[in-house]
Nanobody, 127 residues
Framework: QVQLEESGGGLVQAGGSLSVSCAAS????????MGWFRQARGKAREFVAA????????YYADFVKDRFTISRDNAKNTVYLQMNSLKPEDTAVYYC????????????????????WGQGTQVTVSS
């Protein structure tokens, strides 16, 4: 079992920055691919960013490229999402996810590829 807990969400003005974290407990995550997803009110969950097990590979949705950065600190069992130049359309609940099944040394962009999810943290960007 892996428990994931997101933190760091909040309210920020458009153009501002926010960093959200995902702390894992129960089992360590050093070998797990991790991802961030988001779900806005009334919309389907969508992929935001993903990182491979050692942080050597990352991938981003087009709408966050050059604005968001995913990173991980395996010694701290934590994954981060740094969000810059935030826009009102970035408003959503942000979820982190861990893939614990057997994985290739790659990244995963579909929610179905992940096995554990956090409860989410709300990010609200005001215009």
């Amino acid at each position: 079992q892996v428990q994931l807990e997101e933190s760091g969400g909040g309210l920020v003005q458009a153009g501002g920055s926010l960093s959200v974290s995902c702390a894992a407990s129960g089992r360590t995550i050093p070998t797990y691919p991790m991802g961030w997803f988001r779900q806005a009110r009334g919309k389907a969950r969508e992929f935001v960013a993903a990182i491979n097990w050692n942080g050597g590979r990352t991938y981003y949705a087009d709408f966050v490229k050059d604005r968001f950065t995913i990173s991980r600190d395996n010694a701290k069992n934590t994954v981060y999402l740094q969000m810059n130049s935030l826009k009102p359309e970035d408003t959503a609940v942000y979820y982190c996810a861990a893939r614990t099944r057997e994985s290739a040394n790659t990244i995963y962009t579909s929610g179905e590829d992940y096995d554990y999810w956090g409860q989410g943290t709300q990010v609200t960007v005001s215009s």
